[in-house]
C-alpha cells in the first residue's frame, strides 16, 4: 500500500514539473537573505530589517557581515540592538563629503557585522531579524546589500550577486535589494486639493432669516400663552359648582 505521505509527496514532484514545462518557471528551493520592507523614499530616513533565515540542516548561524554600496553611501546609521548578538561599524572616507542639514560628512559605514554570543546562534529552521536605520537615502534607483553569512561549521553563504535584469533569471546567491522611489514633488504632483469656499449669505437673506427667527418666536410665545390659558380653563370646569355659579 503506498503511504499518504509518499503520495503527498510524487503529488509535488508532478505539480513542480507541471509548472516548470507549462510556465517555464522553477519553484524556489530555499529562502534568502532579504531587506525588509522591500521599498522606500529617496532624501528620507528608513527602518529596515535584515531577515536571515538559517538554511543548514546541521550548523548555526553565527555571524552577519552587511556590505553598504560604495556607489551610494548614506550618512546615518544605527542599528537596533539583538539580544545576544554583537555589533560593529566600519567607516571609509567619502569624497566628496555628504551634506546632511548644512553639515559635512567625511565619514560613512561600509559594514555592519553581527556577531552570535554562545547560545543566540540562528539554529536550524529558525531566522532571525537586524534592524538597521538609515538616512538621508541616496537619490538612487535601489540599495544593493552585500551580506556574507556565516556558519557554525565554518561554511560561508555569499549573498553577493547583482539583482537580475528584467525578465532574467534569479541568480543563485541574490543580494539584498532596497528599491528607492523619488519623493512627490509639491510642486506638481504633491499640491493640497483646493477646498471650495463657503458662500456667505447676501443681506436679503440675512434678513428673511431674521424674520423667520422673530415669527417663530411669537409663534412659541402666543402657544405657550394658549396652553396656559387653556389649562385655567380645564382647571374651572373641575372645580365644584357653588351658589354664584348656578
Known amino acids: 500500500m503506498i503511504r499518504p505521505r509518499r503520495t503527498a509527496t510524487a ?6 514539473a507541471a ?84 553639515s559635512q560628512i567625511t565619514e560613512a559605514v561600509s559594514k555592519i557585522t553581527w556577531t552570535a554570543t554562545a547560545g543566540a546562534e540562528v539554529k536550524p529552521e529558525q531566522f532571525q531579524e537586524f534592524g ?12 544593493v546589500f552585500k551580506v556574507l553569512q556565516t556558519y557554525s561549521d565554518g561554511n560561508i553563504s555569499r ?21 528607492l522611489a523619488k519623493a ?3 510642486a506638481s504632483g504633491g499640491a493640497t486639493p483646493s477646498v471650495a469656499p463657503v458662500a456667505q449669505a447676501d443681506d436679503d437673506d440675512d434678513e428673511d432669516g431674521s424674520a423667520g427667527v422673530g415669527l417663530g418666536i411669537a409663534g ?8 396656559v390659558l387653556g389649562g385655567l380653563a380645564f382647571a374651572r370646569t373641575r372645580r365644584p359648582a357653588t351658589p354664584s355659579d348656578v
Open 11 to 16: 503529488a509535488a514532484l508532478v505539480l513542480g
Open 19 to 102: 509548472l516548470v514545462g507549462v510556465f517555464g518557471v522553477a519553484l524556489p528551493a530555499s529562502a534568502h537573505v532579504t531587506v525588509n520592507p522591500k521599498e522606500a523614499t529617496q532624501g528620507g530616513y528608513g527602518r529596515v530589517a535584515f531577515r536571515v533565515p538559517n538554511e543548514s540542516d546541521t550548523a548555526s548561524t553565527t555571524k552577519i557581515e552587511v556590505n553598504l554600496p560604495e556607489n551610494a553611501p548614506v550618512a546615518s546609521v544605527s542599528t537596533i540592538a539583538v539580544p545576544g548578538w554583537t555589533v560593529a561599524l566600519e567607516k571609509r572616507k567619502v569624497d566628496p563629503p555628504l551634506e546632511v542639514h548644512g
Open 132 to 143: 538597521v536605520s538609515l538616512g538621508p537615502l541616496p537619490q538612487v534607483d535601489q540599495l
Open 159 to 179: 549573498w553577493i550577486d547583482e539583482p537580475a535584469a528584467a525578465g532574467a533569471e534569479e541568480p543563485e546567491h541574490p543580494a539584498p535589494v532596497l528599491k
Open 184 to 186: 512627490a514633488d509639491p
Open 220 to 227: 412659541l410665545v402666543a402657544g405657550l400663552a394658549g396652553l
